[in-house]
């Protein structure tokens, strides 16, 4: 049986991570020792396109059948920038255990919108996904190779003060 396995690193507000482990399956499955609880639907993972050039676009995902618990990281901002693993899985007849899968996706997630059915009391949430490559067109650290640059993260080291001193062109020989 295919199933889409979805890990969300959520922020939990404190530097460290609470896991939404969610499958597609109709029970939960195991993958490398974690389990996903099988949950509604996956109702919509925009097309992932593959290329020989390396692409920042991210996709658009729907979930359903989400634990309404989850609406408290929602209110905390945990969705944002957290960290999203979409794994495409094999499981074997008569197992919960995933034996084959690949990476679908990976990145971050953008701010989620969500809706609450409270006739069965779960979420639907609908995000967006940067891919990993998105801070590829940050603007580089500003600081360079100089004294002052230096000094100012490393307070009273010395070691460009003696650079200037140096009257050779020197050659790196591998």
Partial sequence: MECTAIEIKLNDGNGGFDVLRIATSPFDVVLNGDVYTA??????ISKSESTGEISKT???LKMTGIDPTFQT????????????TIL???VPDGSNVVTVYEYY????CDTPLTQVDYDTGTLTISLETNNVFTDIDKIPNLLRSSMA?????HPGD?????TADVDVEETWKS
């Fill in 39 to 44: 949950t509604g639907d996956v109702l919509e």
């Fill in 73 to 84: 990281h929602l209110d905390a901002g945990g969705f944002i920038r957290a960290p999203i």
């Fill in 158 to 162: 010395k070691f460009y003060q003696y």
């Fill in 58 to 60: 991210g996709l658009n």
């Fill in 105 to 108: 996706h990976r990145g971050f």
């Fill in 88 to 90: 495409t899985c094999l």
């Fill in 149 to 153: 640059s230096h000094s100012s993260r």
